[in-house]
């Protein structure tokens, strides 16, 4: 059966799913979703996702929304190569570093929440509210892998994950917005390992 990805490149949300296909090795079609310029919401993309967001993943007869779920549902339904660990302690410490990269840190930075942010205080309020926003919360999500069980080269030891998933697209928006990555050594050398892997180059912007 077709799986489709309804996308826009350069969103951190549809980024995440891109690379969770990658590292699973689902081949999928793509249907480009232009937020800048209000394809989010056409009729047509409101029928399959009524919150006018990206990613929308039709698999399976199913139409998915939300990049965490549709994370979680690849893992339970397509569970090798594995995105998360098999502890439960493990499990729950990759998830909490994707949930302060997709709960804390992205959902401030949106289009939507920027484009208000610019209508009230102007470009410059901008800039600064989501540089401010995304290098702290970078910081926090060092300090989250500062841990004895950081090991190896990625977010959880030697294979790219589920949290992985998360940061390298937050990464992206950093550097995009010119954030100082100084002093996060953990998150570059994650980044590091993550910039030479298949599954995220081809999902790069």
């Not at 232009?34 to 989010?40: H, N, P, S, T």
């Not at 399976?60 to 994370?71: E, P, Y």
Request: with cysteine; glycine share 6%.
């Amino acid at each position: 059966m077709r799986i489709v990805l309804h996308d826009y490149w350069r969103s951190s949300a549809s980024y995440r799913v891109r690379i969770a296909l990658g590292l699973k090795g689902i081949a999928y079609d793509e249907i480009a979703v232009d937020l800048v310029a209000g394809a989010q919401r056409d009729h047509e993309h409101l029928a399959l996702n009524p919150q006018g967001l990206v990613p929308v993943l039709e698999i399976d007869g199913l139409v998915l929304t939300q990049s965490l779920a549709i994370m979680d549902y690849l893992e339970d339904t397509r569970p090798q190569p594995a995105l998360l660990p098999e502890a439960p302690a493990d499990r729950a410490r990759v998830r909490a570093i994707a949930l302060a990269v997709a709960c804390d840190i992205h959902p401030v930075s949106n289009l939507k929440v920027l484009a208000r942010v610019e209508e009230l205080a102007g470009a410059e309020a901008r800039a600064e509210w989501n540089r401010r926003n995304i290098a702290e919360g970078l910081a926090a999500v060092e300090a989250l892998l500062d841990h004895p069980g950081f090991t190896g080269r990625f977010c959880h030891g030697d294979t790219p994950g589920y949290a992985d998933c998360a940061l390298i697209p937050q990464i992206y928006n950093a550097r995009r917005w010119r954030v100082p990555l100084d002093g996060l050594a953990r998150i570059g050398s994650v980044a590091q390992a993550c910039e030479g892997h298949a599954a995220f180059m081809v999902a790069s912007p």
